[in-house]
Every structure is written in structure tokens, then in C-alpha cells.
């Protein structure tokens, strides 16, 4: 029997209806929303106040704490702000949600959560080699989980059927770069730790040049 003329929740075998389609879908959102939510407020929560008995003294503590403690903590929240808008504008392509879907889903909230506690060992290990090491790989493993949530939603045709094909294709090339950008950090953070850590800083050069090459490739011919 031919699918044409029919919706997508009469096609597809993972919802009953539309209905149940919306309420699964949203669910897993604002769980998602929450999550991300609840780790951006950690990090904030883990910031070291300056102290010191005089205005000179205080001052001075913040200058020691800007390097480390409230650059990593301004690096996390725009790291975490960005997985969080990909997410979002995953999502609005997402048409129904299945099994698989939420597992890496929830895989990779998991991983937003440990952001925070990277954060922490980053800035607190100092010039020792585990902290950009783990912050590259928790941030790694969550661009790829990314790119995998994507692939995986073609594969098993959860997109809506109007989905633009151009724009899942820029959320992998998105997410794809941050990850090189991370993965290519932790040699750099065997040398020199602390530049590892400015190297993270690449990313949003290096998103920005992917995008409009990709950008310049996909679009129409005049």
C-alpha cells in the first residue's frame, strides 16, 4: 500500500497519533531544557568569590581568579549555550521521537552535566595536564553525540518530511568543527596546558569559516 497522501503520524510506527506525537516530543524538550539549565547554574554556583582585607587585596585576588576560575567559567557557559541552541534547532526538525532518540538523548545531557565538574578540575588542577585534557574530551564526546543524533534521525526518518536537508547538514558541519577544534586541543594541551586551553578559543573562528564555506557551497546557483 502506498504512503502517499498519508500524514506523518499515520506513517511512521513510533507514535499512535499526532497527539502522543506532540506530547513525547515536547516532553523530552523541556526535560532537555531543564538539564541544560541546571548545568549552566552550576557553573555559576562554582565561582570562587575574590577576597582580601583591602580594596588592593581584593582586587588582586580577582585579577589571579580571571585567568582561570572566570575565563573557564565564561568558555563553559558559551560552550554550553551553543550545544544548547543546536539542540533547539535540532529539535524543531524532529517530527517524532523514538527509543533510540531518547537514549542519545539522554547520553548526551549526561555529558552537558559533567561540564560543569570539568570546569571545576580545569581550574583547579592549575598547570597539570588532566584538566584541558578532560574538558576537551567531555566537549568532544558531546559535539560527535551530537552529530551521531542527527545522522541517527535521517537514518530513521524522525524528521519532519518539510525538514530543509541544508540545514541538519549545517548543524553537523557546526558541531563537527567544534569537536575537531577540541580534539585538536589536547596535543596542544601536552605541550603547554595553558595553551590548550586558548585554543578552545578557535572555535568560534573556526565555526564561523566552516559555516560560510558551507554556506557558499550549498547555495543556489544565480
Not at 576560575?69 to 524543531?92: C, D, K, P, T
Not at 545522522?151 to 567544534?178: F, I, K, Y
Request: aromatic fraction near 10%.
Amino acid at each position: 500500500m502506498s504512503n502517499k497522501g498519508r500524514t506523518d503520524s499515520q506513517v511512521s510506527p513510533h507514535f499512535t497519533d499526532e497527539e502522543d506525537r506532540r506530547h513525547v516530543r515536547e516532553r523530552l524538550v523541556f526535560f532537555s531544557d531543564a538539564v541544560i539549565a541546571i548545568a549552566m547554574t552550576l557553573l555559576a554556583l562554582e565561582l570562587p568569590v575574590p577576597h582580601g582585607q583591602t580594596n588592593a587585596e581584593v582586587w588582586h585576588s580577582f585579577v589571579e581568579l580571571l585567568p582561570d576560575e572566570y575565563l573557564n567559567f565564561v568558555i563553559s557557559f558559551g560552550v554550553i549555550a551553543a550545544f544548547w541552541v543546536a539542540h533547539h534547532q535540532y529539535f524543531r526538525e524532529i517530527h517524532v521521537v523514538d527509543a533510540t532518540l531518547r537514549r542519545y538523548n539522554l547520553g548526551w545531557l549526561f555529558l552537558v552535566v559533567v561540564v560543569p565538574f570539568a570546569t571545576r578540575v580545569s581550574s583547579e588542577v592549575g598547570d597539570l595536564i588532566l584538566g584541558p585534557v578532560l574538558y576537551a574530551v567531555v566537549i568532544s564526546a558531546i559535539a560527535l553525540l551530537m552529530v551521531q543524533m542527527v545522522r541517527h534521525a535521517t537514518r530513521a526518518h524522525l524528521m519532519r518530511t518539510e525538514a530543509p536537508t541544508q540545514r541538519m547538514r549545517g548543524l553537523v558541519v557546526g558541531t563537527g568543527t567544534a569537536a575537531a577544534v577540541f580534539l585538536l586541543s589536547i596535543p596542544v594541551s601536552f605541550a603547554s596546558p595553558s595553551w590548550g586551553k586558548y585554543f578552545w578559543l578557535l572555535t568560534v573562528v573556526a565555526s564561523r569559516v566552516t559555516n560560510r564555506v558551507f554556506e557558499r557551497r550549498t547555495a543556489p546557483a544565480s
